[in-house]
């Protein structure tokens, strides 16, 4: 009778452990190096901020703004170097964040990013950092 409950016991530890990291593991988007204007570039090579209210970066995790950062959870669709990805915003100052969908696509003088709760919010284009 002991050797059956302890590997129940054992097997539902595992089980819950397993839960917890699918939950709390993120997607990344398949780009390489950051993209952004000249404040959010000097912030990716810095780490510093430079203070400005006219910042934007975009990396493989996720979009940092300057009152802003939404975490890419899923990437949903990759068509060349366009994407389709969920993201949980939190705006400075709140503890909540917010899910949205955004469309990254790569132009010319590279990333615009839209999102889906308000087509009159784009970023871009964020150039590659150098």
Do not use: H
Request: aromatic content about 8%; some cysteine; charged content about 20%.
């Amino acid at each position: 009778m002991r050797g059956p409950l302890l590997l129940t016991i054992v097997s539902l530890a595992a089980l819950s452990t397993a839960a917890l990291y699918n939950v709390a593991q993120a997607d990344t988007l398949p780009i390489k190096g950051s993209y952004g204007n000249r404040d959010g570039c000097a912030y990716a090579k810095s780490g510093e901020s430079t203070g400005s209210d006219n910042f934007f970066l975009l990396t493989s995790e996720g979009i940092t703004t300057a009152a802003s950062y939404c975490e890419i959870k899923k990437v949903l669709k990759t068509e060349g170097k366009d994407f389709t990805a969920t993201v949980a915003c939190e705006a400075e100052g709140e503890e909540s964040s917010n899910d949205d969908t955004v469309k990254i696509t790569s132009g010319p003088k590279g990333y615009t990013i839209g999102f889906a709760a308000d087509a009159a919010i784009k970023w871009g284009p964020l150039p590659l950092c150098k």
